[in-house]
């Protein structure tokens, strides 16, 4: 079993930044994978950014890209995701997301068996 606890939401103004952190602890794996996915009200899960072990290896939504940056601390089992110019179609729920074991293009959820509590993000307009 894995881990995940997550930290970092809050409301923000539109234009603003907020930093997410997700903590993995317990049978984590050298090849574990973090994600990060969003549910907004009335609508599915979203994938919005996932990384690799190396962080050469990020995955982005095309909503998010260029906007939010995913990053990692392997040594402390990390994931941060920066979410900069927020607006307010970016509120939602945010899920951070891990696996010892994906292959594939990480950005299906149904590849995670890992999953945090959730952190609300708000982007006032």
């Known amino acids: 079993q894995v881990q995940l606890v997550e930290s970092g939401g809050g409301l923000v103004q539109a234009g603003g930044s907020l930093r997410l952190s997700c903590a993995a602890s317990g049978r984590t794996s050298s090849s574990l994978v973090m994600g990060w996915f969003r549910r907004a009200p009335g609508k599915e899960r979203e994938f919005v950014a996932a990384?690799?072990?190396?962080?050469?290896?990020?995955y982005y939504a095309n909503s998010v890209k260029g906007r939010f940056t995913i990053s990692r601390d392997n040594a402390k089992n990390t994931v941060y995701l920066q979410m900069n110019s927020l607006k307010p179609e970016d509120t939602a729920v945010y899920y951070c997301?891990?696996?010892?074991?994906?292959?594939?293009?990480?950005?299906?959820?149904?590849?995670?068996?890992?999953w945090g509590q959730g952190t609300q993000v708000t982007v006032s307009s």
């Open positions: 997301a891990a696996d010892n074991s994906i292959g594939a293009t990480p950005n299906l959820a149904i590849l995670y068996n890992y």
């Open positions: 990384i690799r072990r190396s962080a050469s290896n990020t």
